[in-house]
């Protein structure tokens, strides 16, 4: 399929989100690797799992509903630490593999997709530079689920009326489906949006079919390998806590719709003074206002609610689905209604370019964000290295060798991640720690002393004293 010249308004549109969303795809990587993102909050659990290579008896027996995410960047990390014997490479390939998915959904989407223009594709690069950056640096495992909702979409939609497309179909649903629990949205969003092709076009009853037999299999999953009784409780607190409106009370989200809406007011007003580039001047004012707010008033880091975030990718990724759907519709001449046909044709002749600086806007607040959050998260892991390898002592804590975190500075502490702490003072210590650094508010506990004291005695490639800290840890609260 060739691309389409770019002849309008809507074209250049349509390559501005393609641009932005394969450099943020790019990006992800890049800053990850280079800044160890990977050891982020869960994240230094995660990786830490790897490089002593239980990643299984450690966390992911409990949440066997994300088993792709433990096959497509956890196994094949840990299988590379037994390998090679060097658990820091093992982190970066873990590392490497989650951050990737982005940018190999892409790649998967465009390489399905068969709607005029590859629009799909289109809303796929737009969906990721617009939501990808909410959650970057967090290791949610919806993360992986936005990236294979897009060519599990386009498949469903494309794929030949075969056995080998029905397999194709079931696949990339299944993978999607053992993301996340929340990834099931997603998938009952791709059997929504074949809907209005007609309730018995062949696409829309194999879709649902194959639905049918992922829940069944996600069920029995869940079945056949519960969490145990620790992780149980927590499980349950936070699925009720994952639609709770109140994790969009935060700054970040608070910035992007004041951004929305001072950009949408100006452009209101400026397009009666002067329509052809009132959105010129409406996102030049917007700019100038937010550059007042970075260089005088803002105080926050978008840190912590990478994590509650994740909600925002089940909400809000279906809509752009809805939409991109909608759009290949169109394309294709099949719209349900003529009120929609106009509707579309309406937004495709004066959308584009105050649509086009919208994007850019809400493109610029996630670069200025996400440059905070890693400016901020390198100096936290570099005092928390500081202390674990440094003299300083906290008895109190339970050992003569744990250290309290809260001899962090306030302003740097605020990257912290209570649970995970512990691990990542082992990692960024070289595996062999003077000092384990412990939150003294911890209240979650990751290992039993059981799991902890059998990796602890077991032959690994991360070095036994670094180990019998985490094991000494895990038994004082477990």
């Not at 800044?35 to 990643?55: K, P, R, T």
């Not at 046909?341 to 002749?349: D, G, L, S, W």
């Not at 584009?352 to 440059?371: D, N, Q, S, W, Y």
């Not at 039993?448 to 038994?475: F, H, M």
Request: charged content about 10%.
């Amino acid at each position: 399929m060739s691309w389409p010249a770019i002849r309008s308004d809507s074209d250049v549109l349509r390559a501005l989100m393609i641009a932005v969303g394969l450099c943020w795809s790019v990006a992800f990587v890049a800053i990850a690797l280079r800044y160890e993102l990977e050891l982020y909050a869960d994240g230094a659990m995660f990786s830490y799992a790897v490089a002593v290579q239980d990643v299984w008896a450690f966390h992911w027996h409990n949440i066997s509903g994300r088993l792709s995410v433990f096959l497509l960047s956890l196994l094949p990390a840990k299988i590379y630490v037994g390998l090679s014997g060097n658990p820091g490479a093992g982190i970066v390939v873990y590392g490497l593999l989650f951050y990737l998915a982005p940018l190999a959904g892409l790649v998967g989407a465009f390489a399905v997709d068969r709607s005029r223009g590859r629009i799909i594709f289109v809303y796929a690069c737009g969906s990721t530079a617009l939501l990808c950056p909410l959650v970057f640096g967090f290791p949610t495992e919806m993360w992986l689920a936005h990236a294979m909702f897009w060519p599990a979409l386009a498949v469903s939609h494309y794929a030949n009326r075969t056995l080998a497309g029905t397999a194709l179909v079931f696949v990339m649903m299944l993978t999607l489906a053992f993301t996340h629990e929340g990834a099931l949205v997603l998938a009952f969003a791709i059997v929504a949006t074949l809907a209005p092709r007609g309730l018995r076009e062949t696409c829309f009853l194999r879709a649902a079919a194959i639905l049918v037999v992922v829940l069944a299999m996600s069920a029995a999953a869940k079945i056949m390998i519960p969490p145990d009784g620790y992780y149980a409780g927590v499980l349950v607190r936070a699925a009720l806590h994952f639609f709770d409106l109140t994790i969009f009370q935060v700054s970040v989200v608070s910035l992007l719709f004041a951004t929305l809406a001072g950009y949408g007011v100006a452009f209101l007003v400026l397009s009666r003074l002067a329509p052809d580039r009132a959105h010129l001047y409406a996102a030049a004012i917007v700019v100038g206002v937010l550059a007042i707010y970075w260089l005088w008033l803002d105080h926050a880091i978008h840190a912590s609610s990478r994590y509650y975030l994740r909600t925002a990718l089940v909400i809000v990724t279906p809509a752009f689905g809805a939409l991109a759907v909608l759009s290949a519709m169109y394309g294709d001449g099949r719209l349900p209604s003529l009120g929609l046909q106009r509707a579309m044709t309406a937004v495709r002749k004066q959308g584009p370019r105050p649509f086009a600086a919208a994007f850019m806007l809400l493109t610029m607040v996630h670069v200025i964000e996400t440059g905070k959050f890693v400016a901020a998260w390198r100096n936290y892991r570099t005092a928390v290295a500081a202390l674990a390898m440094g003299e300083d002592s906290d008895p109190a804590l339970g050992n003569p060798h744990f250290v309290s975190s809260n001899r962090i500075a306030s302003n740097v502490n605020r990257l912290s991640w209570f649970s995970t702490t512990p691990y990542l003072s082992v990692i960024v210590a070289n595996f062999k720690p003077n000092r384990l650094v412990i939150d003294p508010t911890g209240n979650y506990f990751w290992l039993s002393c059981a799991t902890a004291t059998a990796n602890a005695k077991a032959a690994r490639a991360v070095p036994e004293e670094g180990r019998d800290l985490v094991r000494i840890y895990s038994c004082l609260h477990r």
